[in-house]
């Protein structure tokens, strides 16, 4: 049975409990007809509830984040079929790992793959990531105003550094953003082009 969680903040700390998705089990029962109920009774039927509030389990933050992480690798495992499925010259290794961000273990990013690509003759190195909210790429941390409410983030960020101490490359279009959008289908396309230098197939890709 689907399930989803509710988040509720009657604190600083934001608590979670588990709301369980609607189903035929959990309607109401009807309500027996007055003049039935009283032929086989004898008793007067009385409206009354006939269900009772279900106990709510709430659920730890590690809980939150292991259900936010199983979404967010899912996205990032179709984003990466659909990539590798355009054109078998554009192949990108599946790198796939993410994040969740403190205290709001609901939000979080996925790594999906990474590469290096000529950028102005150089070569740059780059990570693709998908977030479940919108925000920036900010200068001291890796998010600024961070807002759940738009949905989906894709983005790629050109990286410096060695493996284990990768920094954002900064020094690539100022903040280091490669692209950034709420359209996968967009997001698709750029992270193609960054795999291609033909024309021809660089020609292809815009018109996906």
């Given at each position: 049975?689907?399930?989803?969680?509710?988040?509720?903040?009657?604190?600083?700390?934001?608590?979670?409990?588990?709301?369980?998705?609607?189903?035929?089990?959990?309607?109401?029962?009807?309500?027996?007809?007055?003049?039935?109920?009283?032929?086989?009774?004898?008793?007067?039927?009385?409206?009354?509830?006939?269900?009772?509030?279900?106990?709510?389990?709430?659920?730890?933050?590690?809980?939150?984040?292991?259900?936010?992480?199983?979404?967010l690798?899912?996205?990032?495992e179709?984003?990466?079929?659909?990539?590798?499925?355009?054109?078998?010259?554009?192949q990108?290794?599946?790198?796939?790992?993410?994040?969740?961000?403190?205290?709001?273990?609901?939000?979080?990013?996925?790594?999906?793959?990474?590469?290096?690509?000529?950028?102005?003759?150089?070569?740059v190195?780059?990570?693709?990531?998908?977030?479940?909210?919108?925000?920036?790429?900010?200068?001291?941390?890796?998010?600024?105003?961070?807002?759940?409410?738009?949905?989906?983030?894709?983005?790629?960020?050109?990286?410096?550094?060695?493996?284990?101490?990768?920094?954002?490359?900064?020094?690539?279009?100022?903040n280091?953003?490669?692209?950034?959008?709420?359209?996968p289908?967009?997001?698709?396309?750029?992270?193609?082009?960054?795999?291609?230098?033909?024309?021809?197939?660089?020609?292809?890709?815009?018109?996906?």
């Amino acid at each position: 049975m689907n399930r989803s969680y509710v988040a509720v903040q009657p604190s600083a700390k934001i608590r979670y409990f588990d709301a369980p998705a609607p189903s035929a089990a959990n309607q109401p029962a009807p309500k027996p007809a007055k003049h039935s109920e009283f032929l086989r009774t004898g008793r007067i039927y009385r409206a009354r509830s006939t269900w009772s509030p279900e106990e709510r389990r709430y659920l730890t933050h590690e809980e939150v984040a292991e259900r936010t992480g199983q979404v967010l690798q899912a996205a990032a495992e179709k984003s990466h079929e659909r990539i590798n499925g355009f054109h078998r010259s554009i192949q990108f290794p599946k790198i796939i790992f993410h994040r969740t961000l403190d205290e709001r273990p609901h939000l979080g990013y996925c790594h999906v793959t990474a590469a290096r690509t000529l950028l102005a003759r150089l070569p740059v190195s780059w990570s693709f990531y998908i977030a479940n909210f919108s925000g920036q790429i900010g200068e001291d941390t890796f998010f600024e105003r961070i807002s759940p409410a738009n949905g989906r983030m894709y983005f790629a960020v050109a990286l410096t550094g060695e493996p284990g101490k990768l920094q954002i490359n900064r020094s690539i279009r100022k903040n280091g953003v490669l692209f950034q959008t709420s359209d996968p289908k967009e997001a698709v396309k750029n992270v193609l082009m960054l795999g291609t230098s033909s024309e021809e197939l660089r020609e292809k890709i815009k018109k996906l």
